[in-house]
């Protein structure tokens, strides 16, 4: 089946239609924001320095192991298999962090810390393995990374793991025979109840970028397409037990945590610069205007109250009326707020006082699901999103129906029509998807976007097709969605 991805031209054209679309309808009063850093309307400063940007953080209870919690996160999107002869690797002058609050202060009482270090065997050569690579610490691998995990309290930093190997990019078959062995052995455990994992990975985000062409009359049969699908990412997965995370220890008493990672660089003058900052999928992307996503980059969630208006008062559902006639559901939009800057009631509300802030907030209580569902909580399934993120949670549909005012009373079905990721996850420690190899010929296969759409009365999202205006609005709300990506991808196609 033929590909037919967005042109760089197309995808620079449309986001500079959506930057133009979003600034027409006006975001005044940005002050507080925007004074903390840079607020230009192009793409996004972090999608300059893939290396340093994060894509999704995740934070769920663990299914085999359920008195520990699973952190993981991703960076340096788009990452073609083959794409050598350097091939991806984490910054060395970085910090790559997973916050987390257990005080609902807003403030982090535990931060895991990983940093990077590059090692070459030979530098007489171009080739990042010269040979058939059978196990981590093969000297055919020529190029490597080490890692340093630190566990930081109260200002004391403890290291957890020290001069470890990352699993290296999948080069190819002939380079790495055996990939799984690698990822293996990659997998440590750290004493009794603690397990790493650092490395190449498939991107477990999963989603249809090709929404673009909605807006250009592109053909709708072709949408539900996984973009993502074959590109990999580089992650680290942590599995602690709940104790290591709760507030005094104490799971049962405090089982409410919120987590976000940023990514700090050393700048000149020696310090560290945050220059990356996600938590909760959603803010950052559909409520926070595109002029301030880089804002919200440098911020610490402590200064999250600023954003509040654009929580209850989000510009998003307005455009999406304006412009193509979907009825925005009725502000203040309270419903929000719960589910962005402080958990929500009775599901993954912090105990006491409550400073507002975006945090990825997990209940550690709340018992694993047996047969998940894409939705998560607004499927029924307490477990998913946004009670924590599981992997196979479909957070571009949830963000869709609760940005459309799912939660109160306009319960609607829409979604990009990816339900799940192109590979299997993992059932066990670290779960990610082992990353797509360089030798295939095809990473980015098509994940059957016709027959899914044929099967799928109604089309794209559960939607009547002859409905253009409703078809047109989700390709804006996705245009707000994946501006960020969106760039990414520009620069990786140039
Ligand atoms: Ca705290
Ligand atoms: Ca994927
Ligand atoms: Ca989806």
Redesign the pocket.
Known sequence: MTRSRPTKRQGAVALACAGGMLTAVGFAGLGPLSATASSHREAPLIAGTPQYDTTDVYAFRSPEKQSTVTLAANWLPFQEPAGGPNFYSFATDAQYDIH??????????VTFRWTFKDHYVSKDTFLAATGPVTSLKDKNLNYYQTYKLARIKKGKSKTIVNNRRVAPSNIGAASMPDYAKLRNEATIKVGKSVKSFVGQAEDSFFLDLRVFDLLYGGDLSEAGDDTLAGFNVNSVALQVPQRWVA?KGNAKKNPVI?VWSTTSKKSTNGKFQQVSRLGNPLVNEVVIPLKLKDAFNGLKPTGDAAALKYVTHPELPKLIEAVYGIKAPKTPRNDLVSVFLTGVKGLNMPKGKITPSEQLRLNMSTPVTEEPNRLGVIGGDNQGFPNGRRLGDDVIDIALQVVEGELVGSANDLGDGVDSNDVAFGDTFPYLALPASGSNADPHPSTGAAAKQSSDKGGLLGIEPSRSSSMAAIGVGLFALLAGIGGAARRRKA
């Open positions: 987390v609050d257990n005080n609902a202060d807003a403030k982090p009482d507030k919120g």
